[in-house]
């Protein structure tokens, strides 16, 4: 089975777009839609039917996708330890790495990284900042850290390896159902909001919201901690975004009420200046978080 096709098979069910998995996979829309049709003709199987929205898996292709990609993710670390054999291998990747990381360690999966980094370069030192998505980014142009996590999409200047995508939701305080319900974003705009710093992809997901309906939202509290903001939420003082995952959990064990309206949608990345992608250290980085994130 060739693993081009299976990697289009997977980008195309992720993205369920054949435009945005171009994209990511850096070829052209036609040659993956080929892809998409080899695979297919190979295993004798419709994976996907066309919608409104783009391209929706058939019950085929959701029972094969979690096959497909975990063939890719064992093919990913096949190669990782074959280069791991080479004798030259602990030697050649020695240094620092300086990493820029955000959100909680847990959901960019910090520890399985860090772990099978020191296994496979003992050699090689690391050195962790934690900072908000666009304090990474920035730090990473100017040379202070060689790569890091960021939530979007960064310029072309940036070589990026997309991890996953999520939701963020808007949570609202205990008791704010009737105020919340059914309002889309600018009756929404109208109630206090918890904002963040310029830095923060809380803020430029929404300034980029608001000002496509030209409305200004009501800020009453500037936080940079994601803790803070949902402390706040529980307290009453606002509404805030916050992923999914979470919202769901602290509308469930604290009455906290989720917008039925709206959402807003992103992707966790990890990225490296384009002009250094090719460096071993780095290259040797993406390959490990292909691996884990099963990319």
């Not at 058939?58 to 190669?79: H, Q, V, Y």
């Not at 992809?201 to 936080?223: E, G, I, M, W």
């Not at 009455?255 to 966790?268: H, M, P, R, Y």
Request: with cysteine; net charge positive; hydrophobic share 45%.
């Amino acid at each position: 089975m060739d693993l081009t096709l299976l990697r289009a098979f997977v980008t195309v069910a992720r993205e369920g777009n054949l435009t945005r998995a171009a994209e990511l996979l850096h070829v052209t829309q036609p040659a993956v839609s080929l892809q998409i049709k080899s695979l297919q003709a190979n295993l004798n199987l419709q994976l996907f039917t066309r919608v409104p929205s783009g391209m929706a898996l058939t019950d085929e292709g959701i029972k094969l996708l979690p096959f497909a990609e975990r063939a890719i993710a064992s093919m990913s670390e096949l190669r990782q330890q074959a280069e791991s054999l080479h004798p030259s291998h602990l030697e050649t990747l020695s240094g620092k790495l300086a990493i820029g990381t955000i959100l909680d360690p847990e959901f960019i999966r910090l520890g399985a990284f860090l772990k099978r980094l020191v296994e496979s370069y003992p050699q090689l030192s690391t050195q962790l900042q934690h900072s908000m998505s666009g304090d990474v980014l920035q730090q990473i142009k100017s040379g202070h850290l060689d790569v890091g996590y960021y939530l979007g999409i960064p310029n072309k200047s940036f070589h990026r390896l997309t991890l996953t995508q999520f939701t963020y939701c808007v949570l609202a305080p205990s008791g704010w159902k009737n105020r919340i319900s059914g309002k889309d974003w600018p009756a929404l705009a109208k109630l206090p909001w918890i904002w963040t710093p310029p830095e923060s992809a809380h803020h430029r997901l929404l300034s980029k919201t608001f000002a496509q309906y030209k409305v200004t939202p009501n800020k009453v509290a500037l936080v940079d901690q994601e803790p803070s903001m949902l402390d706040l939420v529980k307290s009453g003082v606002g509404l805030s975004l916050v992923r999914e995952s979470i919202a769901l959990r602290e509308a469930h064990a604290h009455g906290l009420v989720i917008s039925d309206t709206v959402n807003l949608s992103t992707e966790l990345s990890f990225i490296t200046l384009d002009k250094r992608k090719d460096e071993p250290i780095i290259a040797a980085i993406f390959a490990i978080l292909q691996t884990i994130w099963g990319n």
